[in-house]
């Protein structure tokens, strides 16, 4: 197919006609559709329905005895923390069990750091004239948010198709402001790529001008995969540690995508220091984390082999979603250049990179004809997108055959916003 770019003016002209066609046909069909946030669907969230049933009739007592339906245990349950040491790459000693968000969790260590500092500061973080942290573009949009509620500069970093650009991280930590970066490490939100061995293995190692700079290392997407291949990330933790950094990383992790997102577990994870830091903040906050959910969860996924085939059960019903996008993207734009996509192996999003320009348009046509896209500029820091051109799709939660629909007129709607920028 000849590109947008390279068509004659008669050809464009023609073009222009079928996409306004093909979208005003879209919009004539009054759907109303919704590919926003990243949420399980309700077919995902049956699959934990045999959860909501257990730790009950009295079972409610941990392996060492414990009553789990009392105060304390600050840390969390012995066997979940041992239940959950793939999902965190971390010994069970390490782990902390938290309720039901990871985003709290990063939330609280972000607060903690500002009111007190961390392992290895001078003073804590908000008496410091300027903290800035490093944000892999395009990234998740509450990460930017928690950053921007609480005064923390944003540095836009690139992401490269492994991981963000790391000439750019190791120059960038070379300025003592510079307090943390946020990676989430695999099926990253929303590009879907995985860093590689090379790029854990320098976040580890890099010389950083402040001693406590932290990675906010948020696998959120740890176990999701959309295909047969489970792919692995390099250990932060241990390579941290062999490189003379052992507090290096914060490490994050929730069964929000896994059992139930409003009442899944969260936790951290980090080197032995850290996590003493982490409980006895934790531990002003409260007088511990709700067990039974804990226990429930042990009692429902019981080892690695049972977390598994839970997670390929999730695969089931997402994969044919994505491909319903990558059809429709392909079928629509492959050869235009109006657009480049994401293929992903895992995690909850496509990526789209349009036309620059034309990102808020394509929102605006997508909008007119009832499908709501998440708003252009929100995969960047402080909301804008300087090319104009990232969308984020996330097929996840309406039903195949509204990912369908709205796939087809996401298509048409990039098209349309291509070849009508390319006409001005
Ligand atoms: N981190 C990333 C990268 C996410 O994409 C999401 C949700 O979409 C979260 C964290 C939220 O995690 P939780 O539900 O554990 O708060």
Redesign the pocket.
């Known amino acids: 197919m000849t590109t947008i770019a390279d068509r004659s003016a008669a050809d464009l002209a023609d073009l222009h006609a079928r996409a306004r066609d093909a979208y005003e046909a879209f919009k004539a069909r009054g759907l109303k559709l919704d590919m926003t946030?990243?949420?399980p669907s309700p077919e995902q969230l049956d699959l934990a329905a045999g959860m909501l049933g257990l730790a009950g009739n009295g079972d409610y007592v941990t392996q060492a005895g414990e009553d789990a339906r009392n105060y304390g245990g600050q840390q969390g349950i012995a066997e979940v923390r041992a239940l959950f040491t793939h999902l965190l790459d971390a010994p069970a000693d390490q782990i902390v069990v938290g309720d039901?968000?990871?985003?709290?969790?990063?939330h609280d260590s972000i607060a903690w750091a500002l009111l007190t500092g961390v392992p290895g500061s001078a003073k804590p973080w908000s008496k410091e004239s300027d903290i800035a942290f490093l944000c892999p573009v395009p990234g998740?949009d509450?990460?930017f948010a928690l950053c921007e509620a609480y005064g923390i500069r944003m540095i836009p970093v690139p992401m490269t198709g492994h991981g963000p650009d790391m000439d750019v991280v190791e120059a960038a930590v070379a300025d003592p402001a510079v307090r943390g970066l946020w990676c989430?490490p695999k099926y990253?939100?929303?590009s879907g790529e995985t860093y590689s061995d090379e790029t854990v293995r320098r976040l580890a190692a890099m010389k950083t001008a402040a001693p406590d700079f932290r990675l906010f290392w948020?696998n959120?997407?740890a176990v999701h995969h959309l295909t047969p291949e489970r792919v692995a990330v390099a250990n932060i933790l241990t390579l941290c540690a062999e490189a003379g950094n052992p507090d290096r990383a914060f490490v994050?992790?929730?069964?929000?995508?896994i059992t139930l997102?409003?009442a899944?577990l969260?936790f951290f994870a980090s080197s032995p220091d850290n996590v003493r830091w982490y409980l006895a903040r934790a531990s002003k906050r409260t007088i511990g984390p709700d067990k039974l959910n804990q226990l429930r969860h042990v009692r429902f996924l019981r080892d690695g082999a049972g977390l598994d085939a839970h997670m390929d059960a999730h695969r089931a019903l997402l994969a044919p979603k994505f491909a319903a996008v990558e059809e429709a993207l392909s079928r629509h734009l492959a050869g235009t250049g109006a657009a480049k996509w994401t293929k992903p192996d895992g995690?909850?999003?496509i990526t789209v990179e349009a036309r620059d320009g034309t990102a808020t348009e394509v929102v605006r046509l997508a909008k007119e004809a009832g499908l709501a896209l998440t708003p252009a500029g929100a995969t960047s820091p402080y909301g804008r997108d300087p090319r104009d051109s990232v969308l984020r799709l996330a097929p996840s939660y309406p039903s195949l055959k509204d990912v369908t629909a709205a796939a087809e007129g996401i298509a048409v709607c990039i098209l349309l916003a291509s070849v009508e920028a390319e006409r001005r």
């Open positions: 946030r990243g949420k039901n968000s990871s985003l709290a969790m990063m998740y509450r990460h989430v990253s939100n929303p948020d959120a997407y994050f992790a929730s069964t929000s995508k997102a409003g899944g969260a995690g909850y999003f």
